[in-house]
């Protein structure tokens, strides 16, 4: 028999356009030298993004456990243009019959934070895969990357199981400039996969 396979994609697609904030003002670049301004974020900025994606985060949990398959969140913020985004896509592929063919079915996963300003951005990416079954969890995968030219890069990602089936999936990132020191950024992306086949966002922000 082949193996039923349910593929998600789960996109934070946070879009953290910071016009002037974070990244390279453009409206600052001369002319003749191309020197950039780079700002870093205030505190207050940063307490703003992540009261808006805990509420994100609380929204998007909120339609997946209502079993929609196609879910959207957005927020804006006060100091950009660009709304802070997440989105969730799913899709079954059943046999003709509409039946699962495997005791043990698979799914995928993909999420990320990301600071998405043209040529100063980065990205906090974790995807992977896990089997699931009579309400548990089995074999899983998982696998962080971080992106972003500005900066050096390193990451913390374990998983743990907190029992037969809830796998909990905790990445901790952290970017710093590389020009522009002591610019820091650290990002968290905590995910709980479950026996039931589904997952849910517990953590997203970016300090």
Same mark, same amino acid.
């Given at each position: 028999?082949?193996?039923?396979? !349910?593929?998600v +994609?789960?996109?934070?697609?946070?879009?953290? %356009?910071?016009?002037? %904030?974070? =990244?390279?003002?453009?409206?600052?670049?001369?002319?003749d030298?191309?020197?950039v301004?780079y700002?870093a974020?205030?505190?207050e900025q940063?307490?703003?993004?992540?009261? @808006?994606?805990?509420?994100?985060?609380?929204?998007?949990?909120?339609?997946l456990?209502e079993g929609?398959?196609?879910?959207?969140?957005? !927020? +804006?913020?006060?100091?950009?243009d660009?709304?802070?985004?997440?989105a969730f896509?799913s899709v079954d592929n059943?046999?003709?019959?509409g039946?699962?063919l495997?005791?043990?079915? @698979?799914?995928?996963?993909?999420?990320?934070?990301?600071?998405t300003?043209?040529? /100063?951005g980065?990205k906090?990416?974790?995807s992977?895969?896990?089997?699931?079954?009579?309400?548990?969890?089995?074999?899983?995968d998982?696998?962080?990357d971080?992106t972003?030219?500005?900066y050096?890069?390193?990451?913390?990602?374990?998983?743990? !199981?907190?029992d037969?089936?809830?796998?909990r999936?905790t990445s901790?990132?952290?970017? @710093?400039?590389?020009?522009?020191?002591?610019v820091?950024?650290?990002?968290k992306?905590? %995910?709980e996969?479950? =026996?039931s086949?589904?997952y !849910?966002v517990?953590? /997203? +922000? %970016?300090?």
């Amino acid at each position: 028999m082949s193996l039923f396979k !349910r593929v998600v +994609k789960l996109l934070f697609v946070f879009g953290l %356009i910071f016009s002037g %904030i974070a =990244g390279f003002n453009t409206s600052k670049v001369s002319a003749d030298s191309k020197e950039v301004n780079y700002q870093a974020l205030t505190s207050e900025q940063l307490k703003e993004i992540n009261e @808006k994606l805990e509420e994100m985060k609380n929204d998007i949990n909120l339609q997946l456990s209502e079993g929609k398959e196609d879910v959207f969140s957005s !927020r +804006k913020v006060s100091f950009s243009d660009e709304p802070l985004i997440m989105a969730f896509n799913s899709v079954d592929n059943f046999n003709g019959n509409g039946f699962a063919l495997a005791a043990q079915q @698979k799914k995928n996963f993909s999420g990320y934070v990301a600071n998405t300003f043209p040529g /100063a951005g980065f990205k906090h990416t974790v995807s992977g895969w896990f089997l699931y079954g009579s309400g548990k969890v089995g074999n899983y995968d998982y696998d962080p990357d971080l992106t972003g030219p500005l900066y050096s890069k390193s990451n913390s990602t374990k998983a743990n !199981r907190l029992d037969d089936s809830v796998v909990r999936i905790t990445s901790s990132g952290t970017f @710093k400039a590389l020009k522009y020191a002591p610019v820091e950024y650290t990002t968290k992306v905590v %995910i709980e996969l479950y =026996g039931s086949g589904t997952y !849910r966002v517990v953590t /997203a +922000k %970016i300090n």
